[in-house]
T-cell receptor, first 115, second 113 residues
Framework: AQSVAQPEDQVNVAEGNPLTVKCTYSVSGNPYLFWYVQYPNRGLQFLLKYITGDNLVKGSYGFEAEFNKSQTSFHLKKPSALVSDSALYFCAVRGRRAAGNKLTFGGGTRVLVKP | DSGVTQTPKHLITATGQRVTLRCSPRSGDLSVYWYQQSLDQGLQFLIQYYNGEERAKGNILERFSAQQFPDLHSELNLSSLELGDSALYFC????????????FGQGTRLTVV
């Protein structure tokens, strides 16, 4: 079985400050990891993914994430947050042996960036 | 705009009824996924089709069924609806059937009364 934990329901950060959204996962074998963002009344938008290789993955809108195998984590980061980054962020995992492309999502973390 | 089209955007129906949700994937995408998003269950994977064939199955109820047609559009059929089926249903699509990012539609909000 595969699972994802996003320990924080909400993260508040001031505009211009660094933003971190935490994610830990559990999966058999090596994982494929994803981050998606959801704006109000919209579908999920893909931000970035880790498949293999460099542990630091760069994605859209200045976001990056670091894969840490020993800590089974894949935290999302942005050096300088914008008010427009306020949204709901989802981490997702898929085990390499899983059938198809079935993703298991975390419960989501709401990010609020204050001006 | 992700290129994935879902219809209808909103649907209100009574308990016991049956509804069909429709999804047109991005041009060129062969995989279609269905997800259910609710406050208590979060975002749950229901099912994946790839080029017309079922590829992966999640926690999809027996009252629910899906299919992907030769033109690659997909339909999710929900029957004997219950209040607890009220949720946002997302369709997503991707080029391949394995490790690839999926592109989500805007969802169909289903309200069962």
């Amino acid at each position: 079985a595969q699972s994802v934990a996003q320990p924080e329901d909400q993260v508040n950060v001031a505009e211009g400050n660094p933003l971190t959204v935490k994610c830990t996962y559990s999966v058999s074998g090596n994982p494929y990891l994803f981050w998606y963002v959801q704006y109000p009344n919209r579908g999920l938008q893909f931000l970035l993914k880790y498949i293999t290789g460099d542990n630091l993955v760069k994605g859209s809108y200045g976001f990056e994430a670091e894969f840490n195998k020993s800590q089974t984590s894949f935290h999302l980061k942005k050096p300088s947050a914008l008010v427009s980054d306020s949204a709901l962020y989802f981490c997702a995992v898929r085990g390499r042996r899983a059938a198809g492309n079935k993703l298991t999502f975390g419960g989501g973390t709401r990010v609020l960036v204050k001006p | 705009d992700s290129g994935v089209t879902q219809t209808p955007k909103h649907l209100i129906t009574a308990t016991g009824q049956r509804v069909t949700l429709r999804c047109s994937p991005r041009s060129g995408d062969l995989s279609v996924y269905w997800y259910q998003q609710s406050l208590d269950q979060g975002l749950q994977f229901l099912i994946q089709y790839y080029n017309g064939e079922e590829r992966a199955k999640g926690n999809i109820l027996e009252r629910f069924s899906a299919q992907q047609f030769p033109d690659l559009h997909s339909e999710l059929n929900l029957s004997s609806l219950e209040l607890g089926d009220s949720a946002l249903y997302f369709c997503a699509s991707s080029v391949g059937d394995r490790v690839t990012e999926a592109f989500f539609g805007q969802g169909t909000r289903l309200t069962v009364v």
